[in-house]
């Protein structure tokens, strides 16, 4: 069987930027990508969809800078975002966050996004293989880096096997592969395959790539234009992206599996019909979205589909995560990334940022042969980003048309008062509903920052039967009272003998099937010493 140091699931933004960091890292890194076609790319690739685009400030967190793609990533320089209710509008020109990139953002061409992202991970040293899917991992969490067997065993479709110590899960917010590895260290009750499922936790979106009209795509390719609260549920939206040739892309996110009979009051929604049977599907809500919008001067002829471009015949569907992030079980040597740990927003639809990051933080952490740290460094990277993110999502989930119409009207009064230089300033001088409006996410932000994060490291157990794993500690198995001995003996901890530079440190697999107080080295792991700190405070370790 073959073996290699990371081995990664998915070959999109996520897993390619991992598979850059890992091979940078001096790791032997392979990235297996299933494939599909596009009708805008030679040969297979990963499940590659345009995203909005990427904003000025995401250009730092994604951590790498237009500068660097070839001629014809970047599609538009964009100056503006436009916000759009039923009967309001405002424009944003600046997302008030500090950045190094001077333009409002861009939008760009996704399949050339992907095959850069694919060179610069193989240029790193590292393989990519497409057309290899991945039908299921065997982890055997008794292995060492040390043993001659691989810790964890990928089974491929074809029947042939991958071995690698360090496995990263980059499959998408579809989730097939990540699911399925995360039951093992989750009780049946709380599957993940269950709380993560692709019909409850995600919102299906649709586009259609099409040519607009020359004086009308003037007006419009320097800005992304989102509708809110003309369709309903919760954070659906229609949308137009320029990219470039007076080609847009128009489309639009919804929940899956939405029902017309649980809308209330559904003839205030603009795109709904009095004699719709059922919710429209996706392009019946565009052409309505053309007739609505340009009717008056153009027909939705005039807008024909490029069929040349997307996924096929110039239109694609694809799935966005709209849960909250998970963490990884990162003591069985699993990072999990990108979208399928739930990065991408369903309230803007961006994930491309994140899906790097993430990545790019898993691989560099996979080639220094340690995980340990992998849930707080994503966190002290992302942090804010997921919480606006949340926020919004939470504060707009039971929105009605009139209130988007209120809302949008508070942030249009907000942009254009002059008084003042701080945004609480502008918010006040902008009227009640403003100041309500922006202290209202001031404070679901800081609610959310407790609970933002959908299924905890703590929740993973890696317990294989009548005791831990054979070479690993499984700390929550441990009576609290001896646990609480250990801590207050001082046998752990920065001051303690066992963790003076140069000690001897024994890693988490090694041997230890009792504890010994006589002998504790095995505290000095760092994760272990945070998970028997973690049960004693919820074990009222208030002794």
Same mark, same amino acid.
């Given at each position: 069987?073959?073996?290699?140091?990371?081995?990664?699931? %998915?070959?999109?933004?996520?897993?390619?930027?991992?598979?850059?960091?890992?091979?940078?890292?001096?790791?032997?890194?392979?990235?297996?990508?299933?494939?599909?076609?596009?009708?805008?790319?030679?040969?297979?690739?990963?499940?590659?969809?345009?995203?909005?685009?990427?904003?000025?400030?995401?250009? $730092?967190?994604?951590?790498?800078?237009?500068?660097?793609?070839?001629?014809?990533?970047?599609?538009?320089?964009? $100056?503006?975002?436009?916000?759009?209710?039923?009967?309001?509008?405002?424009?944003?020109?600046?997302?008030?966050?500090?950045?190094?990139?001077?333009?409002?953002?861009?939008?760009?061409?996704?399949?050339?996004?992907?095959?850069?992202?694919?060179?610069?991970?193989?240029?790193?040293?590292?393989?990519?293989? /497409?057309?290899?899917?991945?039908?299921?991992?065997?982890?055997?969490?008794?292995?060492?880096?040390?043993?001659? &067997?691989?810790?964890?065993?990928?089974?491929?479709?074809?029947?042939?096997?991958?071995?690698?110590?360090?496995?990263?899960?980059?499959?998408?917010?579809?989730?097939?592969?990540?699911?399925?590895?995360?039951?093992?260290?989750?009780?049946?009750?709380?599957?993940?395959?269950?709380?993560?499922?692709?019909?409850?936790?995600?919102?299906?979106?649709?586009?259609?790539?099409?040519?607009?009209?020359?004086?009308?795509?003037?007006?419009?390719?320097?800005?992304? /234009?989102?509708?809110?609260?003309?369709?309903?549920?919760?954070?659906?939206?229609?949308?137009?992206?320029?990219?470039?040739?007076?080609?847009?892309? /128009?489309?639009?996110?919804?929940?899956?599996?939405?029902?017309?009979?649980?809308?209330?009051?559904?003839?205030?929604?603009?795109?709904?019909?009095? $004699?719709?049977?059922?919710?429209?599907?996706?392009?019946?809500?565009?052409?309505?979205?053309? $007739?609505?919008?340009?009717?008056?001067?153009?027909?939705?002829?005039?807008?024909?589909?490029?069929?040349?471009?997307?996924?096929?015949?110039?239109?694609?569907?694809?799935?966005?995560? !709209?849960?909250?992030?998970? &963490?990884?079980?990162?003591?069985?040597?699993?990072?999990?990334?990108? %979208?399928?740990? %739930?990065?991408?927003?369903?309230?803007?639809?961006?994930?491309?940022?994140?899906?790097?990051?993430?990545?790019?933080?898993?691989?560099?952490?996979?080639?220094?042969?340690?995980?340990?740290?992998?849930?707080?460094?994503?966190?002290?990277?992302?942090?804010?980003?997921?919480?606006?993110?949340?926020?919004?999502?939470?504060?707009?989930?039971?929105?009605?048309?009139?209130?988007?119409?209120?809302?949008?009207?508070?942030?249009?009064?907000?942009?254009?008062?002059?008084t003042g230089t701080g945004l609480l300033e502008r918010t006040y001088s902008a009227g009640w509903q403003a100041a309500k409006l922006f202290l209202s996410y001031r404070?679901?932000?800081?609610?959310?920052?407790?609970?933002?994060?959908?299924?905890?490291?703590?929740?993973?157990?890696?317990?294989?039967?009548?005791?831990?794993?054979?070479?690993?500690?499984?700390?929550?198995?441990?009576?609290?009272?001896?646990?609480?001995? /250990?801590?207050?003996?001082?046998?752990?901890?920065?001051?303690?003998?066992?963790?003076?530079?140069? !000690?001897?440190?024994? &890693?988490?697999?090694e041997e230890a099937d009792t504890i010994d107080t006589e002998n504790t080295s095995w505290l000095t792991d760092i994760q272990t010493f945070n998970t028997l700190r973690?049960?004693?405070?919820?074990?009222?370790?208030?002794?």
């Open positions: 069987m073959e073996s290699v140091d990371v081995a990664i699931v %998915g070959g999109g933004p996520a897993g390619s930027s991992a598979a850059h960091a890992a091979a940078s890292g001096g790791a032997e890194t392979i990235a297996l990508e299933k494939g599909i076609p596009r009708e805008d790319r030679e040969g297979m690739g990963p499940d590659s969809t345009d995203a909005a685009g990427i904003l000025d400030y995401w250009v $730092d967190i994604m951590g790498i800078h237009p500068d660097e793609f070839p001629e014809g990533v970047i599609l538009q320089e964009l $100056d503006r975002a436009e916000f759009r209710g039923p009967d309001t509008g405002c424009t944003l020109h600046g997302t008030g966050i500090e950045s190094s990139y001077d333009s409002f953002g861009y939008t760009f061409h996704r399949a050339r996004f992907d095959d850069f992202l694919r060179s610069r991970a193989e240029d790193a040293g590292a393989e990519y293989r /497409v057309g290899t899917a991945v039908r299921d991992v065997d982890t055997d969490l008794a292995v060492t880096p040390a043993s001659a &067997e691989p810790r964890h065993v990928v089974q491929l479709a074809d029947g042939s096997q991958l071995g690698a110590e360090y496995l990263i899960l980059a499959d998408g917010p579809q989730r097939r592969i990540t699911n399925r590895v995360l039951d093992r260290y989750l009780p049946a009750e709380t599957a993940a395959s269950e709380r993560l499922a692709s019909t409850d936790a995600n919102h299906i979106a649709y586009q259609e790539y099409r040519r607009f009209p020359e004086e009308l795509f003037e007006e419009i390719k320097d800005a992304l /234009v989102f509708w809110w609260g003309v369709m309903p549920g919760e954070t659906a939206y229609p949308w137009v992206f320029p990219n470039a040739d007076q080609v847009c892309r /128009v489309g639009l996110t919804m929940p899956i599996g939405a029902e017309l009979g649980e809308v209330e009051d559904p003839g205030s929604y603009e795109l709904l019909r009095a $004699d719709d049977e059922s919710i429209p599907r996706g392009s019946e809500y565009i052409g309505r979205l053309l $007739d609505w919008q340009y009717g008056d001067e153009y027909s939705r002829e005039d807008f024909p589909i490029v069929e040349d471009a997307g996924k096929r015949d110039g239109t694609e569907t694809y799935s966005i995560s !709209s849960t909250r992030p998970i &963490e990884s079980p990162t003591g069985a040597g699993i990072a999990v990334v990108g %979208g399928a740990m %739930g990065t991408t927003s369903a309230f803007h639809e961006g994930g491309d940022h994140t899906a790097v990051r993430t990545g790019a933080i898993a691989g560099e952490l996979a080639a220094s042969g340690n995980f340990t740290d992998y849930n707080r460094r994503w966190k002290a990277a992302l942090e804010d980003e997921l919480l606006r993110n949340v926020t919004m999502a939470d504060i707009v989930s039971e929105y009605t048309p009139s209130d988007w119409d209120r809302v949008i009207g508070c942030a249009d009064a907000m942009l254009a008062t002059e404070w679901n932000k800081r609610q959310a920052r407790d609970d933002y994060v959908q299924l905890l490291a703590g929740e993973y157990s890696y317990w294989t039967g009548e005791r831990c794993s054979r070479r690993r500690i499984c700390p929550t198995r441990f009576p609290i009272d001896t646990l609480w001995m /250990v801590l207050r003996a001082g046998l752990i901890g920065e001051d303690s003998p066992r963790y003076q530079a140069g !000690s001897p440190r024994l &890693e988490p697999w973690l049960l004693l405070k919820f074990n009222g370790g208030s002794k």
